[in-house]
């Protein structure tokens, strides 16, 4: 019984020793509702730049748990909300998937574009926005992740889908990502930077 009380009172204690962060900034950019989280003033630069896609009927503050980590650990990390996002709008829970997800050979890239439309247009406006161009903001750093559909998004957009390709992209972290298309149409290959899914 000792032990068991030494190992809650050491658990209690670890978890005090982690620090609360702050909400993330929410920002109106190119259009887009979007979270940023920005790393301290503590965390020296330069700060490669990371965009988050969300799952279908998911939002930009979906995986908050992983973007405060990733602003600790020096990235400066940019959520859009997508078209299909229900955090606050539950009407879009009851619409499906652009194509029927048990059909990927349906997919093509014209599905779900309006996703990649969406980074093109947050990546554009950041790169050139006083408050996000410049060091320590480290544009020649940039990478994706995404969830799910997200997933699929920053897939694409390294590549699987030939017309999504964005050169600026050096690598894509794709969480249980919705790849079925891209096995169906023998596309991944097309990746050319580091990925992990």
Not at 50 to 74: D, I, N, P, R, Y
Not at 123 to 141: I, K, M, N, S
Not at 153 to 179: E, F, H, M, N, Q
Request: proline residues 8%; charged residues 15%.
């Amino acid at each position: 019984m000792r032990g068991v009380l030494v190992l809650l009172l050491w658990g209690a204690l670890a978890l005090a020793a982690i620090p609360v962060e702050a909400e993330p900034q929410q920002l109106e950019i190119a259009g887009l509702h979007v979270a940023a989280w920005i790393p301290g003033a503590s965390v020296p630069g330069p700060w490669p730049v990371l965009v988050f896609s969300h799952g279908l009927h998911g939002c930009s503050t979906q995986s908050k748990f992983l973007m405060e980590a990733l602003a600790q650990a020096g990235y400066a990390v940019f959520a859009p909300d997508h078209r299909d996002a229900a955090c606050g709008n539950w009407r879009e829970l009851l619409t499906g998937a652009q194509e029927p997800l048990g059909q990927p050979a349906r997919w093509s890239e014209t599905t779900y574009a309006d996703r990649r439309d969406d980074i093109e247009r947050l990546l554009g406006a950041l790169a050139t926005d006083p408050r996000f161009a410049a060091p320590p903001f480290d544009w020649q750093h940039l990478g994706l992740l995404g969830h799910s559909l997200g997933g699929y998004t920053v897939l694409g957009i390294a590549g699987a889908w030939p017309g999504w390709k964005d050169g600026r992209v050096k690598a894509v972290l794709a969480l249980s990502p919705y790849a079925s298309p891209y096995l169906s149409a023998k596309s991944l290959g097309g990746i050319a930077v580091p990925t992990m899914y």
